[in-house]
Nanobody, 121 residues
Framework: QVRLVESGGGLVQPGGSLKLSCAAS????????MGWYRQAPGKQREFIAV???????NYADSVKGRFTISRDNAKNSMYVQMNSLKPEDTAVYYC???????????????WGQGTQVTVSS
């Protein structure tokens, strides 16, 4: 079955950087759009970034210019490089996969278990 496993979360100071990874298995990775969502305490899960099968990317306004999503089809993996982190970026970050669409209002078929990112001094 499809499995998505996130890694790379942790505690970082404001202005710092982290790189999250998502390792996929049980799927034809190259056929899927892949994306990141996050959920902060007391808030709804929100879309962060997507990378399509063809490598096109799109970002939420809140992270545009600071986060960079990428994928390596040979390694069945997706990444997000997060720079200039702010306390409001604190959340559980989830990897998602879908054959059709990932984005605001979408409901991806597959989700990882999440990884905690905490931005604090």
């Amino acid at each position: 079955q499809v499995r998505l496993v996130e890694s790379g979360g942790g505690l970082v100071q404001p202005g710092g950087s982290l790189k999250l990874s998502c390792a996929a298995s049980g799927m034809m990775f190259s056929l899927y759009a892949m994306g990141w969502y996050r959920q902060a305490p007391g808030k709804q899960r929100e879309f962060i970034a997507v990378i399509t099968r063809g490598g096109n990317t799109n970002y939420a306004d809140s992270v545009k210019g600071r986060f960079t999503i990428s994928r390596d089809n040979a390694k069945n993996s997706m990444y997000v490089q997060m720079n200039s982190l702010k306390p409001e970026d604190t959340a559980v970050y989830y990897c998602a996969a879908d054959r059709v669409r990932i984005g605001v209002g979408a409901s991806p078929n597959y989700w990882g278990q999440g990884t905690q990112v905490t931005v604090s001094s």
